[in-house]
């Protein structure tokens, strides 16, 4: 009997959909044109194009004219951060994030602090949540960005981001908002406008789409002139915020995964079944800290197996056929700066594991991976 893999690392990237494949497909073999040509090929890719940003357009209730494709979050958080305070300096130059922020936010937020502005990282508690209090005081009228995201990539732990409008408008900052929203995209019902945000990334390889692909929505309200946040030129493609021939296979990919989500309560319900399924089984096993908080997002559940290392589990697990992570895939098996700042003990820091589901995720796969991490806890070398 063929025994198959076991994927729980969606966290890092999720296997492409057949929507999305068939896509790529059609884009590489019929509509390869160049969307920035005017001959009959070049139209057909700038309609492909098109239909792709709606369909985002449309999972996100906003506006196509307010999706701008990029290669993934990395780069949509890379404009959004980076051209957001250069293009806004003289209103002020304070920017207020948290400390848990994905690698791509905080290396660009240090960027920034190398320019001069002061960047202020709010710190979180043992649930890895910020305080909404110190969300108040940290924005005043000197603050012109915002950035905080919306689910954490490492322990699920979903942040208020609703609150940090409130407190922009409360004090009456010029502030744009931002939400690195890549990991809650397609998971939660999640709408910029609703949640008076300016800027929202995402990003295609989380939802079963391909790499390569991601977009940044910037409401066209407040932010006038796009073109200012641009961080590469030579080129008007994407109203001149991402200049380069668009990866038309990736985007078309993007596009169709985004239309094969499923529904989104539905889905969530699914994913809690699991969870609930799999923290019960963890603790019959014994010896097993749960890192992420109760009311985290289902799909991302972290949690350290004590007196052991993250990494030979991981390969133990590996071996056997069930892949999880020990944290951020962009980390490259670094200690968590999230769980470290959750003021979690050395211990907990060490054993780290990170479960993450998809909607393809089945009962059996947990019960596949409670059995190896199992044998792996008792047949793995401890510290």
């Not at 198959?4 to 999305?20: H, I, K, R």
């Not at 196509?64 to 980076?82: H, K, R, V």
């Not at 998971?187 to 300016?198: C, I, N, Q, T």
Request: net charge positive; aromatic share 4%; hydrophobic share 40%.
């Amino acid at each position: 009997m063929v025994i198959m893999d076991v994927y729980l690392d969606n966290s890092a990237t999720t296997p492409v959909c057949a929507e999305a494949i068939a896509a790529m497909r059609t884009a590489l073999e019929t509509t390869w044109g160049n969307p920035s040509s005017l001959h009959k090929k070049g139209l057909e890719a700038e309609a492909l194009l098109e239909h792709a940003r709606a369909q985002v357009a449309r999972k996100l209730r906003c506006e196509a004219e307010e999706i701008y494709f990029t290669s993934g979050g990395t780069e949509s958080n890379n404009i959004a951060l980076l051209g957001a305070a250069r293009a806004r300096f003289r209103l002020g130059k304070r920017v207020v994030s948290t400390n848990v922020e994905h690698s791509s936010v905080e290396e660009s937020l240090k960027r920034l602090e190398a320019e001069g502005f002061e960047v202020l990282r709010l710190p979180v508690d043992g649930k890895g949540r910020i305080c909404e209090e110190d969300l108040g005081r940290a924005i005043t009228p000197q603050t012109i960005l915002v950035s905080i995201m919306s689910v954490n990539n490492e322990t699920g732990t979903i942040q208020p981001v609703e609150a940090a409008r409130r407190a922009i408008q409360l004090r009456r900052s010029p502030a744009w908002l931002h939400c690195d929203a890549v990991q809650s995209f397609g998971k939660l019902e999640l709408y910029p406008a609703a949640l008076g945000l300016d800027m929202m990334s995402v990003s295609a390889h989380k939802i079963h789409g391909p790499k390569g692909a991601g977009a940044l929505y910037l409401n066209k309200n407040t932010i006038k002139n796009p073109k200012s946040l641009a961080r590469s030129f030579g080129g008007a493609q994407e109203g001149g915020v991402r200049a380069g021939t668009q990866l038309m296979p990736a985007i078309a990919g993007f596009g169709a995964a985004v239309e094969a989500i499923p529904n989104t309560a539905e889905t969530l319900a699914k994913m809690q079944d699991l969870r609930t399924h799999m923290l019960d089984g963890l603790r019959k096993i014994g010896g097993i800290a749960l890192n992420s908080p109760p009311g985290a997002l289902p799909y991302v559940t972290n949690i350290s197996v004590l007196g052991k290392k993250g990494e030979p589990l991981l390969n133990y697990l590996s071996g056997k056929g069930v892949y999880v992570s020990t944290g951020s895939a962009c980390a490259k098996g670094k200690p968590s700066h999230v769980l470290k700042a959750m003021g979690l003990p050395k211990e907990r820091l060490e054993g780290a594991l990170r479960i993450s589901f998809s909607r393809f995720t089945t009962m059996e796969d947990i019960d596949r991976l409670l059995r190896v991490l199992a044998e792996g806890k008792t047949a793995v070398m401890g510290k």
